[in-house]
């Protein structure tokens, strides 16, 4: 951002935009949309990604369908659950409830 800010902001405003010449936002949500796409389907079959936030956000905006631009606005926590069901073209956002228990004071 110091050395190059209007490239970042490009970027930033553009999906499909590669300013700094690596991935954009747009491949990056296609590419791990594709990886999501591609999971087995098994009758009552689990599988647990362990990922970066930025691949989380990713799949929750091709999931979802949302636009790219979502990608910037969805947090995810540190060492958060975060829960897809379904299957390509089908996918769900499903919230479990907290399992932590609220204190007592």
Known sequence: MAREPEAVDAWLADPSGVPH????????????????????VEDGGRIVAVAEPSVVRAALVYALKAPPSTYWNIDVRPLSTTTLTGHAGRWNLRFDAASA?????
């Not at 010449?21 to 999971?39: A, K, N, P, Y």
């Not at 228990?101 to 004071?105: L, V, Y």
């Open 101 to 105: 228990q609220p204190s007592r004071t």
């Open 21 to 40: 010449g690596g991935e954009s936002l747009l491949s990056f949500i296609t590419r791990v949309g594709g990886w999501l796409d591609t999971r087995p």
